[in-house]
């Protein structure tokens, strides 16, 4: 798991935001249960909702699959899913809250 983060307030104000402040969460086969809850959690206090419309482990309680949706609440909205993760899976998504950012915000494959 990947989750890079700045600290920002539950709504995102632009103007405290560090000016490279980026947020990347990426999905593999490394995850568990506990992970996806503990990345929900960590997002909404950011001012970012996530939700799972499909979760699936294997035998060793390891995320395989993933249907997600997500909501930056500025805008910035989307989801993707993966079927069949790895361990070296990049899969999910990031919002870029840097003025001079290429791409803001995308989902899926990173």
Known sequence: MFLSTSSFSNKPDKSKLPEKSK??????????????????????????????KLLA????????????????????????????LSNQSRFGFYRDYSKDANSPFGTGGL
């Open 23 to 52: 947020i990347e969460v990426v999905f593999n086969r490394h995850l568990d249960f506990n992970d996806v809850v503990k990345i929900k959690l960590d997002l909404s206090q950011k001012g970012i909702v996530i939700n799972y």
């Open 57 to 84: 482990f294997d035998e060793n309680g390891k995320l395989k699959s993933i249907d997600f949706y997500v909501d930056c609440k500025d805008g910035f909205s989307g989801g993707a899913s993966q079927s069949d």
